[in-house]
Structures are given as structure tokens and as C-alpha cells.
């Protein structure tokens, strides 16, 4: 609660200013603080229970409680069940906040940043790629999400590697009282056996499976969705083709991977804590920091990887659990309790 206080206090303190000039309303800012303090929640979650861990198993063998247990016949495994089913529960509501409510938190925030703190953002996007149909691919050279229109637009119908048709216009727009694209000075050319054929026209409408909200999405879309949505829009991109659905891919393991962090991270807290020193707690307290520090730098290079595509996403993303959790073991037959 406190590290979460300091860091939101922080932000309001930096953002302090632009709230005033944009004149923000009080409700608004305490929603965003609201949401931005689940989020940081979230991600503290391992660091504190990795601690937290470290800190009270050092004290009971400071006070010798773990020599009486181990000494009166309870094996350490059976020492270390309150341990694991605390850090299991830890475990299932993070999944939940990931799956569900987290989502939300992160869609909240990024709303309130594009209306609030980035208004001055580029609004268009450039070299976009989407397979619309089976066998049709539409290619986009520049879209501007604040007026729903898009530059130099071609629309291919390709079949077993044939180019059948190519459709083309300089200027596509979203018709609001229609539901359809107007595609303005457009061109189609058609192949067939006997050569090809060229039509051309001034205005034209069009229907096509996607539609502006395709487009107007946050750079973080893939965080805002919940759990169940991340599925149905990776099922949508894997029909058009798209680009991005790595990261659609990565976020959805991602949230399957992370909750399992608290248990190793408590399985190893447990054992380098258990040893009575001399030294007292704050030597095991900084090694906790420490561990805790590598794993999320391991975590943020492993997705990094993942994302550029130089490893298998899947495996990228668990490596730092794979990692921890033979080091988990090591420690486990190697440090002396």
C-alpha cells in the first residue's frame, strides 16, 4: 500500500500542471489514480509477497521456531505447505485481476491519457495490412483515425497464388450515414484468360469487413481486453492476417504465466530465509530485493524477445519461471536447513 501511495503520489505531483491547464475534472483524476493503482498493484504483487516471505520465515529462524519445527519430526517439505497454499491463493486472484478486472483498470488509464495528457498524439497510422476475406488482402498506405479516411487503398483478390483482381483508389472514406467505405477515384483491374480488363470511376461504395474501430485503437489494445476477448480478437487477426498478433499472443501467455511467479518466487524465499545467521534479517531482506530485481529483468527481456520475434514467444515469456524454478531447486538440495 505504501510503495503504490508514493508512486501515485509521484505521478499526480508530475502531471500536477497539465491537469490544471486542461482543467480536468476532480472525479476523473481520482478515477485514473483508482485504475493506475491496481495496475501498480499487479505488478508489485510479486516483489511484496517475495519479501514479505523473506522477512517473516528470517524471523522465525532468528527465533529459532524453525529449528523446534524441523527438530520435533515436521519434515521441511510439510513446513513449506502454508507457505505454497497462501502463495497458490496470491497466485489464483492475480489470474483473476489479470483476466478480468485489470483490463479494465488498464483501458481506463489509457482513456484518460489520450483525453487528458495526449491529445496532441499522432493520429494516423501508416503500412497497414489486413486480410479481409479468404482470399482478399487490403493494403493501406496511410490512415488518419481522426477523420476515418485512408490514402493510396488496393484491395487484391488472390487465389492458389494467382493474382485475379486488383482493386485500387487514391482515397478511401467512412460513410457515417451508410455504414460503408466511399472509395474515391478508384481503378479495377481484372485478369483473366483473354488479358485484362481496366474499369475506372470517380466515387464508389464499398462494403469490407472492417470498419474505423479497427483502426482507432491505443498502442496498448492487447492489455485492455479481457481474458475472454483476448481470445476472440486473436481468432480475428489470425483471419485477416495481421501483423500485430504477436503481441495479441504474448499478452494471452503472458497472463497464464505471470500469477505463478508468487509461488516460485515463495518456494525460494523460504529456503534462503530458513537458515538461522548471525548477520540477522537485513542481509536476506537486500538478497530478496535483489532476486526479486532480476526476475522482472529477466521477465521485461524475455518479453522484449519474444515481441521482436527472436524466440519462440511461448518459451520466451517462461523462461523467467523456468529459470527461477530450477534455481528453486538447486537451492532446495544444495543450501543447508
Known sequence: ??????????????????????DVPAAE?????????????????????????????????????????????V???RMLVPFIMSAVLIAVISFLLN?????????????????????????????????????LYAYIRRYFTSVNSGHDFTLEHIKDGKLLSKFSAERIVWDTTKNVWNARDWRLRALNEMGETWTTGDAMDTTLSITPADFDLPLNHHETLTLPELS???????????????????????????????ILLTFIGVIVSAKKTRGGSGFKIALGFMLAFVY????????????????YPIL??????????????????????
Open 99 to 135: 483476466g478480468w478486472v485489470l483490463p479494465v483498470a488498464t483501458a481506463g488509464v489509457s482513456q484518460f491519457r489520450v483525453e487528458y495528457l495526449d491529445k496532441q498524439q499522432d493520429l494516423n497510422q501508416q503500412n497497414i495490412h489486413i486480410k479481409v476475406a479468404p482470399d
Open 29 to 73: 483524476i481520482l478515477q485514473y489514480m483508482l485504475n493506475y493503482g491496481l495496475y501498480l498493484n499487479n505488478l508489485l504483487t510479486p516483489i511484496t509477497v517475495f519479501i514479505s516471505v523473506i522477512f517473516i520465515t528470517s524471523k522465525m529462524a532468528e527465533r529459532t521456531e524453525v529449528i523446534a519445527i524441523l527438530s520435533s519430526g
Open 1 to 22: 500500500m505504501m510503495l503504490i501511495l508514493v508512486v501515485l503520489v509521484l505521478d499526480f505531483t508530475e502531471k500536477n500542471d497539465t491537469y490544471i491547464r486542461n
Open 232 to 262: 476472440k480478437q486473436i481468432v480475428i487477426l489470425e483471419e485477416r492476417g495481421a501483423d500485430n498478433i504477436s503481441f495479441y499472443k504474448i499478452e494471452k501467455y503472458v497472463r497464464f504465466m505471470s500469477p505463478f511467479a508468487a
Open 75 to 77: 519434515s521441511f517439505l
Open 316 to 337: 520466451a515469456v517462461w523462461i523467467p519461471n523456468i529459470v527461477f524454478g530450477l534455481t528453486g531447486l538447486v537451492l532446495y538440495k544444495t543450501v543447508p536447513r
Open 296 to 311: 522482472i529483468i529477466l521477465f521485461l527481456l524475455s518479453r522484449t524477445f519474444a515481441e521482436a520475434g527472436t524466440a
